[in-house]
């Protein structure tokens, strides 16, 4: 197979790990180049153009903070990506300081790495070419969002107003509809981008260890604080904290957050002193928290000062113009990725696309084609969709179906679309549960 044009150099001190991320990368056709120290890592540098760094930070001798600041100052456009261990954060934070991009936490699975290695490789893009082309004359391409629905442009203009501020931005927006990437499009196009962009998935750490991650602690703190630890927010300072998640804080973490926002300065867990804060705070939820804080989950005061700026992201069936420029940027990048001519899908497959209503939104969009793109050889017909998008079958004559019948298929078709959960597919159908199942019988 021939390889794919980016250059992966992995540093590890650690043969076992550099044997298992040479594997991974080199299944998705990377080309890679191994070091086990910091000196051969700036070798293999000097010599080879090297288009993403992964190094590990705990090494002998020369650890991997000063690797990360060598090539930030030698070789700035490399974008760099961390290996830490859980939950010793504090070295990932400092690297994060000097300029790292992104870091993936160990123990991590195959499919953590590829998305950190793909979001790397993508963040060198926003970075290296600021001035993009669009994908047809008349649709946008905008750091990453893709679109041509009077929504997207008025989303766009949203972040254009933002994105030198510090204003704090919340993302509501259903499951898949594109809130990360539009954080990501605030930090990178505006004037701090130089600056970390730090992602926090509130939902992903353990509630008992969140409030310690975030704010850092003092050492004596509490039982297993041997140091004094920065958190998220001190290492995220000049740049962007993204609260992903929002809602499934607990009270604890909201009203400490309430606190940084009300005063712009963050206290480490067990410290009397404070440290003031010059950052952008994005939140994202696709929970309802204005229903939260009616039923009183969710704090009024800090959902007000998160709420400065508001961006809604539409689902997908509500602006299904950008279904087929989405479509065509994923076409082309998968095609490349699995390295097959550039896919068209014809004329009867985007009308299924078209009219299938999307409740995974983007996320189910790029699910699809990249599984399309893997399983057909040339061009996408209607037999290579997923047999939950073809009910009712196109050739069918929806005039001629009883009302009955359109039903059933209508509710087998929301079915397969949220993987047969009935919570999400009677809330699609705007029905309860028990019509739901009454009507499965
Ligand atoms: N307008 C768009 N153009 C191109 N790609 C998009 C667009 N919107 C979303 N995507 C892609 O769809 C996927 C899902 O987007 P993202 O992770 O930002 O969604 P999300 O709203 O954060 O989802 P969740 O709530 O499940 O975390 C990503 O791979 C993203 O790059
Ligand atoms: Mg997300």
């Known amino acids: 197979m021939p390889l794919k044009k980016e250059n992966i150099l992995i540093v590890d001190d650690n043969f076992d790990m550099l044997e298992v991320l040479q594997r991974n990368l080199k299944s998705w056709n990377f080309h890679t180049y191994k070091a086990s120290s910091v000196i051969e890592a700036m070798n293999i540098l000097k010599y080879s153009p090297i288009d993403l760094l992964i190094t590990d930070l705990q090494m002998p001798g020369i650890n991997g903070i000063e690797l990360i600041k060598y090539v930030e100052e030698h070789f700035p456009h490399i974008p760099k990506l961390v290996i830490t261990g859980f939950p010793s954060v504090g070295g990932a934070i400092d690297a994060v300081k000097s300029g790292a991009l992104d870091y993936l936490v160990k123990p991590f699975t195959t499919a953590e790495l590829k998305k950190a290695v793909d979001r790397s490789l993508e963040n060198r893009e926003i970075k290296i070419h600021p001035k993009e082309s669009a994908v047809e004359s008349n649709s946008i391409v905008y750091a990453g969002i893709v679109g041509q629905s009077k929504e997207i442009a008025q989303l766009i203009d949203v972040i254009e107003r933002v994105r030198n501020n510090r204003a704090t931005v919340l993302i509501q927006g259903e499951s898949g509809t594109g809130k990360e990437l539009v954080a990501r499009a605030i930090h990178y196009k505006g004037s701090f981008a130089g600056n970390p962009f730090i992602a926090v998935n509130c939902g992903a750490i353990p509630e008992n260890l969140l409030e310690a991650e975030l704010f850092g602690y003092v050492k004596g703190a509490f039982t297993g604080a041997n140091e004094t630890r920065d958190g998220f927010f001190q290492a995220a300072n000049r740049g962007t904290i993204f609260l992903d998640e929002i809602g499934t804080a607990p009270a604890t973490v909201q009203t400490r957050l309430l606190r940084v926002l009300q005063e712009k300065e963050v206290r480490r867990i067990g410290s009397q002193t404070s440290q003031k804060l010059n950052l952008r705070i994005i939140a994202a939820t696709n929970a309802n928290l204005y229903e939260m804080v009616g039923k009183g989950t969710f704090r009024e005061d800090l959902f007000y000062r998160l709420n400065v700026v508001n961006i809604e992201v539409p689902p997908l069936r509500d602006r299904k113009k950008d279904i087929i420029p989405i479509a065509a940027n994923l076409l082309k990048k998968y095609s490349r990725e699995y390295n097959k001519p550039e896919m068209k899908i014809d004329g009867k497959a985007l009308e299924i696309l078209m009219r299938h209503s999307w409740p995974g939104n983007v996320r189910e969009l790029e699910n699809i084609i990249q599984r399309m793109i ?68």
């Open 374 to 441: 893997i399983m057909s050889e040339d061009s996408i017909t209607v037999k290579d969709l997923p047999e939950y998008l073809k009910y009712p079958a196109p050739k069918e004559n929806i005039l001629e179906q009883s009302l009955k019948d359109f039903e059933k298929s209508h509710i087998q078709k929301v079915l397969a679309a949220v993987d047969h959960n009935k919570t999400k597919a009677a809330e699609i159908l705007q029905i309860d549960r028990k019509t739901l199942r009454q009507k499965l019988k």
